[in-house]
């Protein structure tokens, strides 16, 4: 039977995979790619010579990083099939001319507590686009990953004049954490937001806290502690495009 440094262990190969490897995963933790690949091999204690475990505030703070639950990476989901949060990644176009189909995001793929993300005030939802190879490359220029593009339909007056609800925003699932000032579609608990996020130092510790913040004048900016477990960032907006009534 395995023990839990171990099942750990497991659970981090998965997630380097789902990363498309080390260097990538290890970005994602803010770590090396030697710091990631010693913490998933388990390195031996040169003074026992045993694997190094993981301690539980590490397995926490990948869990939080990567998206997954508090706990998944205590769980053995060996033989286990996992619910996807986000539609299949782009794919070839069935016409067979190298154009690729942008996925929209599903928001009932397992995300918050009771198994769907709530997205208030859509007007309507894009399911998908069809793109060639080239307007990716001229107007998406950096990415994580082909496979963590999709589309999410902007919803709440919240962001306008930036968007409006409607409005398809290009998203990078690939992103996970908050590094820069950015525009970023996150969760806390079952609610779904796309505001943006700052990083801002705290007022009386060396720690740091995010600030959400509108376009709408109307929806006043409030700071959400980088500690808090029902804050979860789903991917960064990397392109939006706003409509126009004439």
Known sequence: MRDIDQIRRDNLTTLEEESNGASAAAKLLEMSPAQFTNLRVGAKDSKTGKPRGMRKETARRIEAAFGK????????????????????APHEAPAGNGDLVITEFDAGGGMGTNGRLLLEDQPGVIRSWNVSADWLHLNVPSY?????????????????????????????????????????????????????????????????????ISKNPDYPPYDISAKNQHFQVIGKVLTVWRSEQF
Request: hydrophobic share 35%; charged share 20%; with cysteine.
């Open 144 to 212: 994580s990953s082909l496979k963590n593009l999709c589309i999410v339909t902007g919803f709440g007056p919240s962001m306008r004049p930036m968007f409006n609800p409607g409005d398809p925003l290009l998203v990078d699932r690939g992103v996970r954490t908050v590094n820069h000032e950015g525009i970023y579609f996150f969760r806390v608990g079952d609610e779904g937001f796309i505001k943006i996020v700052q990083r801002v130092p705290e007022f009386d510790g060396p720690g740091f806290v995010y600030r959400i």
């Open 69 to 88: 639950p508090i706990g998944w990476l205590d769980q053995d989901h060996s033989g286990s099939v996992e619910l996807q949060s986000a539609a299949p």
